[in-house]
């Protein structure tokens, strides 16, 4: 396999002034639709960024989450090990996967959700409602970025690069995905420490006041929202990173949503905090996301 630089000037401009970002990218091809990450020139082993399709890769994913959760006391402590969201579980939501994938192993390093908006609306609805009927109004379609979590430790004994240059291979197919899906605009709620991280880089913009988050354990957060547009503008070298070099094939963008037997596996580890999912009604439920959604994977 021959390895290339990305060639936009400023899609590399913007992985040289990420410190930990990889320094090569292989191109996505027929025979090896994979994209490999080379570290500091030297061989590594494959990571696969995909759509969690399998109940092992779903049960990894939210185990990650769930470790990760624990360890910034984020979330309680439950007998099953894993924390999914009652939103990860909906038919328009897809988990996405780094998979460390070798001869001997097959784990997922690295995940992050993404919840279209739909008749149940979005978690951050339970804190941002009126902010997010703003957004709805405008003519945005909307979808709610969530649940990102990685595995250092492993990552580091298999020599897989940093966590910024796995988090940046994540977001672009979750992009690719909800561009496709014709999700134009995403929305986050972090801890406000992590807010300058995802606007100075990303170009995410606050909205709502700072508030309380009953699902993780009551720490503040601040809800930001990206307009893929104003990316374009505001932070081109990220656009070029995310959406210039290879397309992403089509293929690889469509999957289908978690089956009703891994729904009722995992149903009974969700949050103590889960609460009945709301409907939204009329004008707020965006009926092109979830027809673009179902289109775009099969569903009639």
């Keep these: 396999m021959v390895v290339r630089r990305i060639q936009s000037g400023e899609g590399q401009a913007f992985w040289r002034k990420s410190r930990s970002a990889a320094r090569d990218i292989a191109p996505q091809t027929a025979s090896n639709p994979t994209l490999r990450l080379g570290f500091s020139g030297r061989r590594t082993p494959a990571v696969e960024y995909r759509i969690a399709q399998s109940r092992l890769e779903y049960q990894q994913a939210f185990r990650l989450v769930y470790r990760n959760y624990r360890r910034a006391n984020l979330i309680p402590n439950n007998e099953f090990g894993f924390r999914v ?38 978690p951050s609805d339970i804190c941002y409602q009126p902010e ?20 250092p430790s492993r990552a580091s004994q298999f020599g897989v690069p940093s966590f910024r240059s796995v988090f940046m291979q994540l977001i672009r197919l979750l992009a690719h995905y909800a561009r496709a899906s014709g999700i134009d605009t995403l929305v986050i709620a972090t801890h406000p420490r992590h807010h300058r991280f995802y606007r100075r880089t990303m170009g995410f913009q606050q ?10 354990e009551y720490k503040p957060v601040v809800a930001s929202y990206l307009k893929f547009q104003n990316a374009r503008r505001a932070r081109r070298m990220f656009y070029e990173a995310i959406f210039g070099g290879p397309d992403v094939p089509d293929w690889q963008l469509r999957s289908d ?31 092109r996301i979830v027809e673009n959604v179902a289109r775009q994977n099969g569903i009639r």
């Design 85 to 122: 969201t009652q939103h990860q579980l909906l038919p328009t939501s897809r988990v996405f996967v780094a998979v460390l994938r070798n001869a001997i192993q097959h784990e997922v390093l690295s995940t992050i959700s993404l919840i279209s908006d739909g008749v149940h609306g979005l």
């Design 132 to 151: 997010l009927n703003m957004l709805r109004n405008s003519g945005c379609r909307i979808a709610e970025v969530s649940c990102l979590a990685f595995a």
């Design 207 to 216: 909205f709502g006041g700072e508030t309380i988050y009953p699902s993780v």
């Design 257 to 287: 949503p978690i089956s009703h037997t891994d729904y009722e596996y995992f149903s009974v580890g969700m949050s103590q905090h889960a609460l009945p999912l709301p409907l939204l009604v009329a004008p707020y439920v965006n009926e």
